[in-house]
């Protein structure tokens, strides 16, 4: 009985989804899953359908990005001159790409050219240490 409790009072919220909880949310959101997807990749996917919501702003893409990739896991900039949004992701993220992408594909301008690539550490950032 306190398992089923638990379990339910989990499938509340889209951070603690549980598998059942995830099996119900990408029905009511027609999400397709894999086998070999993780929990955590799942409930990515989840929050991601959930929050792209209009308007999108700048401060919406970066609610959006920081469900998906936390508050580190990204760099974004938005060019309004060349009409692109550059985003870089940190490689502890980099299997999140393809949700940022399909995510960021549908909320923003279709004029706009998005460029979701994942930030490599780089010999000139390593040149002072040992």
């Not at 989804?17 to 990408?26: M, Q, V």
């Not at 209009?54 to 508050?71: A, F, Q, V």
Request: aromatic fraction near 6%.
């Amino acid at each position: 009985m306190q398992k089923a409790r638990d379990e339910t009072y989990k499938n509340q919220y889209v951070s603690t989804l549980e598998p059942s909880g995830c099996k119900r949310w990408e029905t009511m959101l027609d999400i397709p899953s894999k086998q070999t997807d993780s929990i955590e990749t799942r409930r990515m996917r989840i929050a991601s359908q959930i929050v792209s919501e209009i308007p999108y702003t700048k401060e919406t893409i970066k609610s959006i990005l920081t469900n998906i990739c936390g508050d580190t896991g990204y760099f974004l900039e938005i060019d309004h001159a060349n009409l692109s949004i550059v985003i870089k992701l940190e490689l502890t993220v980099k299997e999140q790409q393809k949700i940022v992408e399909s995510t960021l594909e549908k909320i923003i301008p279709a004029n706009m050219i998005l460029d979701v690539s994942i930030r490599y550490i780089t010999y000139g950032e390593l040149a002072n240490y040992t």
